[in-house]
């Protein structure tokens, strides 16, 4: 069974700085996907960014950009120009290659960008 | 296009009874999956459908199941409420069978509240 750890349930940032979360993943699998999530204070939960295993190169999508570590098993989400509207609950997920929509989720890391 | 619909968007109900849970994908997604969301348990795979078949099925009693219709449609269902079955119940479609190559996106979850 894969799992998916994520070691900071709260972390702030002050707007326009760069912050980092942490996610880590145990899993005996070589072919899966890694995705980051948030979830707004509506509840809406929205895809930020995903990673295919087999692809070295860090997945990147506007001002978030991941750091993919395989050999390690770690999966970091970077935000940068934190901006107000980034204030989430964020969640790392897992899933296996061929195995269609079904996701693994951490515990999830409480975001709160201050002004 | 219209996003994923979840209906009713809350229900309270009390132990022993049985609710319906309603799950309109957007058009022309074929896969629906459902996750159920505690603060305790976090973020759990209750199960997917895609074109009418169930594909995958996560850890849960049998008193969680699930269907979906020819114009897929779900509906999840459960019978014999416990107290710890309050929770945000989120459902999430994608348009083909190629699992997470494809974008899941989220419905607005129903919250149940189990008395």
């Known amino acids: 069974a894969q799992t998916v750890t994520q070691s900071q349930p709260e972390m702030s940032v002050q707007e326009a700085e760069t912050v980092t979360l942490s996610c880590t993943y145990d899993?005996?699998?070589?072919?899966?996907?890694l995705f980051w999530y948030k979830q707004p204070p509506s509840r809406q939960m929205i895809l930020v960014i995903r990673?295919?295993?087999?692809?070295?190169q860090n997945a990147t999508e506007n001002r978030f950009s991941v750091n993919f570590q395989k050999a390690a098993k770690s999966f970091s989400l970077k935000i940068s120009d934190s901006q107000l509207g980034d204030t989430a609950m964020y969640f790392c997920a897992f899933t296996r290659h061929n195995a269609g929509n079904m996701l693994t989720f951490g515990g999830g890391t409480r975001l709160m960008v201050k002004p | 296009k219209a996003g994923v619909t979840q209906t009713p968007r809350y229900l309270i109900k009390t132990r022993g009874q049985q609710v319906t849970l309603s799950c309109s994908p957007i058009s022309g997604h074929r896969s629906v999956s459902w996750y159920q969301q505690t603060p305790g348990q976090g973020l759990q795979f209750l199960f997917e459908y895609f074109s009418e078949t169930q594909r995958n099925k996560g850890n849960f009693p049998g008193r969680f199941s699930g269907r979906q219709f020819s114009n897929s449609r779900s509906e999840m269902n459960v019978s014999t409420l416990e107290l710890g079955d309050s929770a945000l119940y989120l459902c999430?479609?994608?348009?083909?069978?190629?699992?997470?190559?494809?974008?899941?996106?989220f419905g607005p979850g129903t919250r149940l509240l189990v008395l």
């Open positions: 899993t005996s699998e070589n072919n899966y996907y």
């Open positions: 990673q295919e295993a087999y692809k070295q």
């Open positions: 999430a479609s994608s348009g083909t069978d190629y699992g997470p190559l494809e974008t899941q996106y």
